[in-house]
Nanobody
Framework: QVQLVESGGGLVQSGGPLSPSCRVS????????LGWYRQAPGKTREFVASITSGGSTFYLDAVKGRFTISRDNAKNTTYLQMNSLKFEDTASYYC???????WGQGTQVTVSS
């Protein structure tokens, strides 16, 4: 069974950086496309970024140039480096494989304006 454990969220001032991570178990990590998603209060969950097994990356337009997704196959971990954070980036952040497994608990990112 696939398990997803996010960590590394927190409270940061506008313009600051944060780098949550997600450890994945129960699957052949190196073969999977990985994605980061976020859900703000009162809104639906949205795609943020993804990275294929070959390293190709895709981003939500609103985060292009500010966020970078990466993966470490030796550690079964994916990272989301977030720079120049904005108030509107405040949300719970989740990772998942493609196709989706059961969601983890997420990690809260709060950006103070």
């Amino acid at each position: 069974q696939v398990q997803l454990v996010e960590s590394g969220g927190g409270l940061v001032q506008s313009g600051g950086p944060l780098s949550p991570s997600c450890r994945v178990s129960g699957t052949v990590f190196s073969d999977r496309t990985l994605g980061w998603y976020r859900q703000a209060p009162g809104k639906t969950r949205e795609f943020v970024a993804s990275i294929t097994s070959g390293g190709s990356t895709f981003y939500l337009d609103a985060v292009k140039g500010r966020f970078t997704i990466s993966r470490d196959n030796a550690k079964n971990t994916t990272y989301l480096q977030m720079n120049s954070l904005k108030f509107e980036d405040t949300a719970s952040y989740y990772c998942n494989i493609v196709p989706w497994a059961t969601w983890g608990q997420g990690t809260q990112v709060t950006v103070s304006s």
